[in-house]
């Protein structure tokens, strides 16, 4: 079974590595990144399903990230979720406005309801990348 | 020209031309007269020379006679014719000188014989001259005659007569005379004046036409004879044919105009003229007529004038008389009547023109009324003018003293103006700027000067941040709407020098006591360091939020996965880490409220409307909390009443505050209570009502529930972590969507709370959601 691959991109320790294990329980392939330049690294090595993407990161800011994953060909179609701290609306309309497909803000949710939200994302119909992901990897399945 | 001279010159002037075309018909038919008169002297004159020539004549023939019919004479001659002697001549001859000297007058005395010969002679010169062919001698056979002839050139008078006996011509007997009683005659001046002359002639004996005066002339002068000439020879030719004629007015010899009468005397075969000058004949006459031509034309005129002054006065009178009408008329006596009675048109002038007097007068008095009554009303007028300008001058007195306070008022302000720490200017209804203290000519660069009486658009720039355009209105709604204005945020002002400065304050219109805008006063700071401080708050309250948050977070993620890992904690360890993980829960509220605390406090928070089925809303709020409800043992009820809350307002807002209000009611309400959530649509509003069965407020904690930090006494019994915040961003949330919030509650009994929000919330700017 292929298991649908997410690139985390999260500064803080402890939240990138809860997250990432309720993730990995959940069935996905996580790879972690802690900066913004290696999270675009990462993205566009992994070529993964899902960008989970933090804004506030060293050395590279999660928008400029965002921007140069958009510029790429190769990793430009893979969809991006902000993970925000506060759910500031100037950040969440600038992400979408960047390309983002979702956003989630952190403070607000318990980790699993964010774990749900990322399942949700792949059967949603209006992703319709997503879903063919979650189809590739279930026909692989099977 | 006056008429009065127009009638007195006709007058005179017809005057003149009548007595002068009169005098002269008159003068020339008076010298006619006279001329007829003399002329008739003159014929009277003639006749009676003539006569008197007649006469003289007649006497000569008569004389001749008497000698012709001496018996003895015959006799001898009747001798003689039988035989002719010497002796008989001389006998004869005797006999005549005899009769010679007896008759007077004769100078000769002749018988001429039957051949026509002289046969005896008083005288001998003429004995034996032939005269058969001679007039006398011719005729003297048949009839006696009276002949003038010359002898030896000079005129004699020859009177001749047959000599008859018994029927028988014996011979022819001539007498000659001189012509000196005939010339006595002749120049007798009686009745001739001093120019009157006889003249008489006869036949010139050689030539045909020749005329043969007898008498010399009286005066000097050339005869004036010429077939073609009225000479004196005229008149005498016409005389010796035998024609009378009258000649009022002819040349003589001498030139003169004469006066003559022409008449012929068979005896003699004489024509005799009379003639005398015109002057004399006439003149002293028509010098007498003239004379008195001259006294009527003078005495006519002297009438004429007299008569037209009459006249032209009669005429002018009524004139006159009007005319001083007039003058007393203007002069204001309006009932003088013109005193003119004549039945004529000056009567009717003057019946006219008083009858105009009296409408003149009627209408003067109509003016005079109506003139009264203007004055009159001129007075009243006038009247209140003078009270009116007494008004005024008090006014005026009170505006004066006015002044001074205003003056001194206004140098107050100046002061204070001047003073004020923060830039200031005024600009009237037409946007020019009247008033620039101090502090904004620093903060603006533009010196006072620079600015006073500019439209403030031509110098100082209000710009947005963002965009660099206009960002002016709050100048402009201050004037149009009355109202004071906030700068907006982010609102930059253009320096002198070109540098842009964050500046914020307000305008505020300035009313006179209508309420008429007048202008506005603007005042405004450099807020260059505010900003900085601010977005140094802000950063930090953001970085600090942000960094509170993520380890809270990962606080409450770890203690979620370690109560969820199965079997793993006992139940001690699995209290414990519920009690972290409530704690950090407390903590992350305590965060959020205090961030939002802060944003509200900033007035950063954006309210963004939109569309929300309110009534959907709440219920699926309502409907998460039916856990926690049924856990608490608390009847958690909305009410339906059906009606579809449409309603245009902020999500997370709502959220809040329904939120805050239900979950205090749940906290608050003990077990076995009840909390009702019921919705009302208002006419602009929506009711959102929170009712509960719990602890209530305390009356004396009811005034200060809203404040920061404040909480129910009773309310720490239940829940020892209240914050205190709560209500607090409740309502700033409210009122930030432009609601109301109230409560009644009663201590032990219950709350109830009562949110009115307004169904279209405005939309208001701002940078952070509720967090």
Redesign the interface.
């Known amino acids: 079974m292929k298991k649908l691959k997410i690139v985390l991109v999260e500064d803080?320790e402890?939240?990138s590595k809860?997250?990432g294990?309720?993730l990995k329980e959940s069935g996905f392939d996580v790879f972690r990144a802690f900066a913004g330049d290696e999270g675009l690294k990462l993205a566009k090595s992994k070529k993964p399903n899902l960008i989970l993407l933090d804004l506030?990161l060293p050395k590279m800011h999660g928008f400029e990230v965002l921007t140069e994953l958009k510029k790429d060909p190769e990793v430009k179609d893979i969809p991006v979720m902000i993970l925000t701290?506060?759910?500031?609306?100037?950040d969440i309309k600038k992400g979408l406005s960047l390309g983002a497909n979702d956003y989630v803000v952190?403070?607000q949710h318990?980790?699993?309801e964010i774990v749900d939200k990322i399942k949700d994302f792949f059967s949603d119909e209006s992703h319709p990348a997503a879903k063919q992901a979650k189809e590739e990897t279930e026909t692989k399945k099977n | 020209m006056k008429i009065r001279t127009i009638i007195i010159l006709t007058f005179v002037v017809v005057g003149l031309i009548g007595a002068f075309y009169g005098t002269t018909h008159l003068y020339i038919s008076s010298v006619s007269a006279i001329e007829d008169n003399s002329l008739g002297y003159i014929e009277a004159i003639s006749e009676s020379r003539k006569n008197h020539i007649k006469t003289y004549l007649e006497q000569n023939i008569e004389r001749l006679k008497l000698i012709n019919s001496k018996t003895w004479l015959r006799n001898y001659l009747e001798m003689y014719n039988e035989k002719p002697s010497e002796d008989l001549k001389e006998e004869m001859a005797k006999i005549l000188k005899d009769a010679e000297e007896s008759v007077v007058g004769f100078e000769r005395i002749c018988i001429a014989s039957l051949d026509g010969k002289i046969i005896v002679s008083t005288k001998n010169s003429f004995l034996g001259r032939d005269v058969s062919g001679v007039d006398f001698f011719v005729s003297g056979k048949s009839d006696y005659g009276v002949y003038f002839l010359k002898e030896e050139g000079v005129n004699k008078i020859f009177v001749s007569g047959p000599l008859i006996k018994d029927n028988k011509l014996l011979g022819v007997g001539v007498a000659v005379g001189a012509l000196d009683v005939l010339e006595g005659i002749v120049r007798d001046r009686v009745g001739l004046g001093e120019t009157g002359e006889f003249w008489v002639a006869v036949t010139g004996e050689d030539e045909v036409g020749e005329i043969d005066f007898l008498f010399e002339r009286l005066f000097e002068g050339e005869a004036l004879i010429g077939e073609e000439n009225e000479g004196i020879a005229g008149p005498m030719k016409r005389a010796l044919v035998g024609e009378r004629g009258v000649y009022k007015k002819i040349l003589d010899y001498r030139g003169e105009e004469v006066v003559a009468v022409s008449d012929f005397l068979e005896i003699g075969g004489l024509g005799l003229v009379t003639k005398a000058d015109r002057d004399e004949v006439l003149g002293k006459a028509t010098g007498k007529v003239f004379g008195v031509a001259v006294i009527v034309v003078i005495l006519v005129m002297l009438l004429v004038l007299v008569s037209s002054f009459f006249v032209s006065g009669i005429i002018i009178k009524p004139f006159l008389k009007i005319q001083r009408a007039i003058e007393i008329i203007e002069g204001g006596d309006l009932d003088y009547k013109i005193d003119i009675k004549t039945k004529n048109e000056a009567g009717d002038i003057a019946q006219a023109f008083n009858k105009m007097t009296d409408s003149l007068k009627e209408s003067r008095l109509g003016v005079d009324k109506k003139v009264k009554k203007q004055t009159r009303e001129i007075v009243k007028n006038q009247k209140s003018l003078e009270d009116q300008q007494a008004a005024i001058l008090n006014i005026l007195e009170d505006i004066a003293e006015e002044k001074d306070i205003i003056s001194s008022e206004r140098d107050k302000m100046d002061t204070i103006l001047q003073s004020i720490g923060d830039g200031v200017f005024v600009v009237n209804s037409q946007y020019k700027i009247i008033l620039f203290n101090k502090v904004a000519s620093d903060i603006t660069g533009f010196s006072i000067k620079e600015v006073l009486g500019k439209n403030y658009k031509n110098v100082l720039k209000f710009i947005f941040e963002k965009d660099g355009s206009l960002n002016d209105e709050f100048i402009v709604d201050a004037i149009k709407k009355g109202e004071t204005q906030e700068m907006k945020n982010h609102t930059l002002l253009v320096k002198k020098d070109g540098d842009k400065i964050p500046v914020a304050d307000s305008s505020a219109p300035i009313k006179d006591k209508q309420g008429n805008v007048l202008g506005c006063v603007v005042v405004f700071r450099d807020v260059t360091e505010e900003r900085k401080v601010e977005k140094m708050k802000s950063e930090f309250v953001s970085i600090a939020s942000h960094q509170l948050r993520t380890p809270l977070t990962g606080i409450q993620w770890v203690s979620e996965r370690l109560l969820k890992i199965k079997g793993k904690l006992s139940g001690k360890e699995k209290d414990y880490v519920n009690d972290i993980h409530i704690s950090s829960a407390r903590l992350a509220r305590l965060v959020d409220d205090l961030l939002n605390v802060s944003r509200i406090e900033s007035g950063k928070i954006a309210i963004k409307p939109e569309k929300i089925d309110v009534f959907e809303f709440v219920e699926s709020y309502i409907g998460e909390l039916d856990p926690l409800a049924t856990k608490k043992n608390i009847k958690l009820v909305l009410n339906k009443n059906g009606e579809k809350i449409e309603a245009l307002t902020d999500k997370n807002a709502l959220q809040n505050i329904v939120q805050s209000i239900v979950s205090n009611a749940m906290e608050y309400t003990p077990s076995g209570g009840k909390v009702g959530v019921s919705l009302k649509k208002q006419k602009n509003m929506f009711l959102v009502e929170v009712s509960d069965t719990g602890i209530g407020i305390p009356k004396k904690d009811q005034d200060t529930i809203f404040q920061k930090f404040t909480r129910g006494e009773n309310a720490q019994a239940v829940k020892t972590d209240g914050t205190g915040l709560g209500l607090y961003i409740t309502q700033q949330t409210v009122e930030l969507l432009g609601g109301t919030i109230k409560f009644v509650s009663t201590e032990g009994k219950g709350t109830t709370f009562f949110v009115e929000l307004p169904l279209k919330s405005k939309p208001k700017e701002g940078d952070k959601g509720f967090a």
């Open positions: 803080d402890v939240l809860v997250l294990e309720e506030m701290m506060l759910g500031s609306d100037d952190k403070s318990a980790v699993g």
